[in-house]
């Protein structure tokens, strides 16, 4: 429409007045008036009553099984050493701590050598100390003996710590280092332990190879399979009606006619540029085993939001210089024109965010009142 539609020719005044005197069919979000019959040849107008829906429609994605986030680990060796012992084996159940191979790691022997070294240097320097201190305060050693002493001390102190923190971070346990010297049982075994409960997906690993943490490929895959993750891509324009916490159904291609219910965990928070997508996730129960990480699925979505949408045909929008217009029959018959701005927009039904409110009524084809409106107008210039 070129000009506003505030101000129409009277015959089209009275063809709206006319469809205001129909009765309104029920339906969920709209009611349609029956379009009154036009003189001469002209096209019908049809209004609907403008409601609040609560719902969008069904909204179906292609998906990929995957592992939880948290409940998945890929593990290595964390030291260089040949493999004596590989105790899990694929498809073993694990729980947490329990052992999954034994390495002869030589980074332990010669670090816990040094830290003997740094225990025996360490209680040298405190007996060395004590003695200067005790003469000193018989006036039998000098201030800078004292300050000496002190010094050696401070650095025994020092590198014990050190040598003992690179025991830790060679997995040591610390309740070993607490015993007394005699009594500590450090050996340059190591084993390495499940850092979750599942079950053994991966093993990459055999007695006698060479391991290290230089190692790209993980020597195993644990993860719990009692409950996996479904990742789907959703466009911009669908994002609306997805929020965090609403359930969903998911499809896969193995169990035709089965659904298996997923919850939206994750809503990304960043568009891929490449394709205008953002990923979700959901997880899903699987305490049957029955999906398997990696197959492919499809992700339903019911429609809803948290709050009341405005939801119209999309025949009853018109673009106009870049933006979008819907054409409002106001309660004394007169039609204006109206800028709206609109959420989503999914088949053949528009969500609007702004520009209209409920219980006004709006032309199904504005389009169709435009072209009445320039017959109108080329009538009276004639």
């Given at each position: 429409m070129q000009q506003s539609l505030r101000y129409v020719p009277f015959f089209l005044v009275g063809l709206v007045l006319?469809?205001?005197t129909q009765p309104d069919a029920p339906a969920p979000s709209v009611k349609p008036v029956?379009?009154?019959?036009?003189?001469?040849?002209?096209?019908?107008?049809?209004?609907?009553?403008?409601?609040?829906?609560?719902?969008?429609?069904?909204?179906?994605?292609?998906a990929r099984v995957t592992y939880s986030e948290d409940g998945y680990s890929k593990i290595s060796s964390p030291l260089q050493g040949p493999v004596l012992e590989v105790r899990a084996k694929l498809g073993?159940?694990?729980t947490f701590g329990d052992v999954l191979m034994?390495?002869?790691?030589?980074?332990?022997?010669?670090?816990?050598?040094?830290?003997?070294?740094?225990?025996?240097?360490?209680?040298?320097?405190?007996?060395?100390?004590?003695?200067?201190?005790?003469l000193y305060d018989a006036q039998a050693m000098s201030r800078k003996d004292l300050e000496h002493a002190e010094h050696d001390l401070n650095r025994e102190r020092a590198e014990f710590k050190q040598a003992k923190e690179r025991l830790?971070?060679?997995?040591?346990?610390?309740?070993?280092?607490?015993?007394?010297?005699?009594?500590?049982?450090?050996?340059?075994?190591?084993?390495?332990?499940?850092?979750?409960?599942?079950?053994?997906?991966?093993?990459?690993?055999?007695?006698?190879?060479i391991v290290g943490a230089g190692t790209d490929t993980p020597l195993f895959t644990v993860a719990n399979l009692d409950r996996l993750q479904v990742v789907a891509d959703v466009y911009e324009h669908d994002l609306s009606g997805i929020r965090v916490g609403a359930m969903a159904m998911m499809t896969v291609e193995a169990y035709p006619g089965i659904e298996f219910p997923a919850k939206i965990a994750v809503i990304g928070d960043v568009v891929d540029p490449a394709t205008r997508t953002i990923k979700i996730r959901a997880t899903v129960p699987n305490k049957d085993r029955r999906l398997k990480p990696e197959m492919f699925a499809r992700l339903t979505i019911a429609g809803h939001t948290m709050r009341p949408?405005?939801?119209?045909?999309?025949?009853?929008?018109?673009?106009?210089?870049?933006?979008?217009?819907?054409?409002?029959?106001?309660?004394?018959?007169?039609?204006?024109?109206?800028?709206?701005?609109i959420d989503s927009i999914a088949d053949s039904q528009v969500t609007i965010r702004e520009g209209v409110t409920t219980g006004e009524r709006i032309l199904l084809s504005p389009s169709s009142l435009s072209r009445l409106a320039e017959d109108a107008t080329a009538t009276e210039g004639a």
């Open positions: 006319a469809s205001c029956a379009p009154p019959q036009a003189t001469g040849g002209r096209l019908d107008l049809q209004t609907m009553l403008v409601d609040a829906s609560s719902s969008l429609p069904a909204l179906t994605l292609s073993q159940a694990v034994v390495i002869d790691a030589a980074d332990i022997a010669r670090a816990y050598a040094a830290y003997v070294e740094k225990t025996s240097e360490l209680g040298l320097a405190e007996r060395n100390y004590e003695l200067t201190k005790d830790l971070s060679l997995r040591v346990p610390a309740a070993e280092l607490s015993k007394p010297l005699a009594q500590q049982q450090i050996t340059s075994r190591f084993e390495l332990r499940s850092p979750l409960t599942g079950t053994v997906v991966e093993r990459a690993v055999t007695p006698g190879q949408r405005i939801v119209i045909p999309k025949r009853a929008v018109l673009e106009r210089s870049g933006k979008q217009w819907i054409v409002v029959q106001k309660e004394n018959g007169l039609l204006e024109d109206r800028a709206i701005t």
